[in-house]
């Protein structure tokens, strides 16, 4: 397996990635998984995307949210949701009254949910591009365009993804 110049395989980074953030997914998807009705998988869905919201004190883990949506298949809805209400859209009234009364997030640590929302999905397209249907990459392409905020070299592994697969395919045709 080649080596990165960090010195790590792709597979010990993952290892790594999976410890950091396993434990923090567990029980929403644990608790996801046990739900037998449709309308209660439904409630749940929509508590998450509620959740979403640059207003509310789970912007700081937006990610989070983001990743259990990915894994229960609402990746879509996720995205919708996130480019609605997660980034903060500064109008001139808005700015004016900030001065005046503050910021307007709950806490200063939270300023960066957005952010960080697009950086787990930088993290998901790297480590788990195999995880993505065809409709995932458009619908995570149409978000990274919309979006303000920097993109992570999002497009550019959505590129190489597209490649990989399109590489794969030839190469099966070919055999």
Request: proline share 5%.
């Amino acid at each position: 397996m080649p080596r990165d110049p960090g010195g790590y395989t792709q597979s010990n980074r993952l290892a790594q990635f999976y410890a950091a953030i396993w434990p923090l997914f567990t029980p929403g998807l644990t608790y996801f998984e046990a739900l037998s009705e449709e309308s209660e998988k439904d409630s749940f869905v929509n508590a998450l995307l509620i959740r979403l919201n640059c207003r509310q004190e789970y912007y700081c883990v937006s990610y989070l949210t983001l990743y259990v949506l990915f894994r229960i298949g609402y990746l879509s809805d996720g995205l919708t949701a996130a480019l609605q209400t997660l980034p903060e859209r500064k109008t001139w009234f808005s700015r004016a009254r900030e001065r005046f009364t503050g910021p307007t997030l709950p806490e200063k640590h939270q300023q960066y949910g957005y952010s960080d929302f697009l950086g787990m999905i930088n993290g998901l397209l790297r480590y788990e591009h195999r995880e993505f249907s065809e409709q995932d990459i458009d619908e995570i392409d149409r978000f990274v365009s919309q979006s303000s905020e920097h993109p992570f070299r999002i497009p550019e592994k959505l590129n190489s993804i597209r490649s990989l697969r399109i590489a794969a395919q030839g190469s099966e045709a070919g055999s």
